[in-house]
Nanobody, 117 residues
Framework: VQLQASGGGLVQEGGSLRLSCVAS????????MAWFRQAPGKQRELVAT???????NYADSVKGRFTISRDNAKNTVYLQMNNLKPEDTAVYYC????????????WGQGTLVTVPA
């Protein structure tokens, strides 16, 4: 199973970006999907999660600005990021619990989001 993230880039403060992450491989089912981020010199932190039924959870720092969603038919999770701030600058990683012959957790390769001060 591979997770391929895309959509990062350079955006001005107050702008928007949409990240995508596609899972591929011998997938039977994907349970929880999530986005994490890691800023320079900091630990990786959870940004948002979404269950297979569509229930979501967000870090307090992004509530009201970011929206996580998924397309189960496409094995894809999205992160719509609005009103971006310099403190959102980080490498964003997708993560998923994927059932193939067994349940395993997988990480994407990361996509860089830069919001200059």
């Amino acid at each position: 199973v591979q997770l391929q993230a895309s959509g990062g880039g350079l955006v001005q403060e107050g702008g928007s970006l949409r990240l995508s992450c596609v899972a591929s491989g011998s997938i039977i089912r994907i349970n929880n999907m999530a986005w994490f981020r890691q800023a320079p010199g900091k630990q990786r932190e959870l940004v948002a999660t979404i269950t297979s039924a569509g229930s979501t959870n967000y870090a307090d720092s992004v509530k009201g600005r970011f929206t996580i969603s998924r397309d189960n038919a496409k094995n894809t999770v999205y992160l719509q990021m609005n009103n971006l701030k310099p403190e959102d600058t980080a490498v964003y990683y997708c993560n998923a619990d994927v059932f193939t012959r067994q349940l395993n957790n997988y990480w994407g390769q990361g996509t860089l989001v830069t919001v200059p001060a």
